[in-house]
């Protein structure tokens, strides 16, 4: 199995940055599919963004963003470091949730919000002030 930790939530002002780390360990992910959800107080899991992994008729890197935050956030991965980041600007009070990192280990077709992962972090909280 592949363990996954995120890191890098905090407390930031409206159109403000934070970006975000998962860290995984115990497997190599470059070649896998790789997410950001996130879920607000009283709210369902959201899917946020995803990025592929290498190989298949790509690099890997294609990306799939939910409409709220195209723009906004960029997703990337560090293959060396084993990590996938999301880079937060122009942060709204609306963004305020815990943000799960996630992983597919399947080779993905094409990217969609409704895509099953395999295997999930723990969260970590972002809160954005007016």
């Known amino acids: 199995q592949v363990q996954l930790v995120e890191s890098g939530g905090g407390l930031v002002q409206a159109g403000g940055s934070l970006r975000l780390s998962c860290a995984a360990s115990?497997?190599?992910?470059?070649?896998?599919?790789m997410g950001w959800f996130r879920q607000a107080p009283g709210k369902e899991r959201e899917f946020v963004v995803a990025?592929?992994?290498?190989?298949?008729?790509?690099?890997?890197?294609?990306?799939l963003y939910v409409d709220s935050v195209k723009g906004r956030f960029t997703i990337s991965r560090d293959n060396a470091k084993n990590t996938v980041y999301i880079q937060m600007n122009s942060l709204e009070p609306e963004d305020t949730a815990v943000y799960y990192c996630?992983?597919?280990?399947?080779?993905?077709?094409?990217?969609?919000?409704?895509?099953?992962?395999?295997?999930w972090g723990q969260g970590t909280q972002v809160t954005v002030s007016s």
């Open positions: 115990g497997r190599t992910i470059s070649s896998w599919t």
């Open positions: 996630a992983a597919r280990s399947t080779i993905a077709t094409i990217l969609t919000p409704r895509d099953k992962y395999n295997y």
């Open positions: 990025i592929s992994g290498s190989g298949g008729r790509t690099f890997g890197g294609r990306t």
